[in-house]
């Protein structure tokens, strides 16, 4: 009987997994599909990297929106990275009980606040501080960034205190032994051995920060030009896309599909990236 349940668990186990790599399949089909051509018709030079969008004149060049994603993301990463691990390492080796039992919900409820709450505090908050500290309208590739540099810290926070209470504690215990102090058994044994586990962290940090959609284009500025500083309205990849599709048609939406390939290479890329960066240091 029980080796029958444990047969049943693991077919279901395996139509699950299947079910992923369907939906997978069709979603890449789906895209490239409707995205290739149109970028054939563009031209790839043009369409990758045109300086201009504007639909209304059959003019579809994404390199500003491919700029702006990756000055958003990159500094959302700069931000929200350090503070992320250095939280998880509060939580774990600092924190006091009372403390964390206050801590830990509110990681986890701000892991499942919709970006729409996000994007709403940004607009009410995050804008007119830039504004004031800034000048200028206050929507910009730095309050983006900072943005998706909270929105993203409790995926990090979270994976990364996973991985640091997943290294057994003789790992500390041994390194205290040997004459190291609390913070250098920390951070110089306990967190390069969890060093897959954080990795993990930062993969998902950056994917949910290189996806976010709403959240960016109420603060943004989705001005789709390369920006001249940090203090300029730019337009990414997602938001380019959200904005437009509800009332595009021919090759303007096919252009839009277009740019969903694009950023779904981007972040294949980047997966790949960590992936490389991960097997050299093991090895």
Not at 70 to 82: A, E, N, R
Not at 244 to 252: I, P, R
């Amino acid at each position: 009987m029980n080796r029958f349940i444990e047969k049943c668990i693991e077919i279901i186990f395996m139509l699950t997994a299947l079910v992923c790599i369907v939906a997978v399949a069709v979603i890449c089909f789906f895209l490239f599909k409707n995205g290739i051509p149109a970028i054939g018709e563009i031209g790839v030079s043009d369409f990758l990297f045109g300086m201009k969008w504007k639909p209304g004149n059959e003019l579809f060049g994404i390199l500003p929106m491919i700029i702006g994603s990756i000055l958003v993301t990159g500094l959302s990463v700069l931000l929200g990275v350090p503070i992320g691990i250095l939280s998880a390492v509060f939580m774990v080796f600092y924190c006091k009980k009372g403390l964390y039992r206050i801590l830990k919900p509110t990681v986890d409820l701000l892991a499942g606040t919709p970006s729409i709450v996000y994007g709403f505090f940004g607009l009410v908050v995050i804008v007119p501080i830039m504004q004031q500290l800034f000048g200028g309208g206050g929507k910009s590739v730095l309050t983006a960034s900072v943005l998706l540099g909270i929105m993203i810290l409790p995926t990090i926070i979270s994976v990364t205190e996973s991985a640091l209470r997943a290294v057994p504690n003789s790992y500390y215990e041994g390194a205290l032994a040997l004459g190291a102090s609390h913070e250098s058994s920390i951070f110089k044994t306990v967190l390069p051995a969890a060093r897959s586990g954080v990795m993990a962290g930062v993969i998902l940090g950056v994917g949910r920060s290189v996806g976010e959609t709403m959240a960016v284009s109420m603060v943004a500025g989705n001005q789709p030009v390369i920006p001249e500083s940090l203090f300029k309205g730019v337009r990414t990849l997602t938001a380019n896309i959200v904005l437009e599709m509800g009332y595009a048609a021919d090759l303007h939406r096919e252009a839009l599909i277009a740019t969903a390939v694009v950023l779904f290479m981007f972040i294949l890329l980047i997966n790949l990236s960590f992936s490389i960066i991960k097997r050299r240091k093991v090895q």
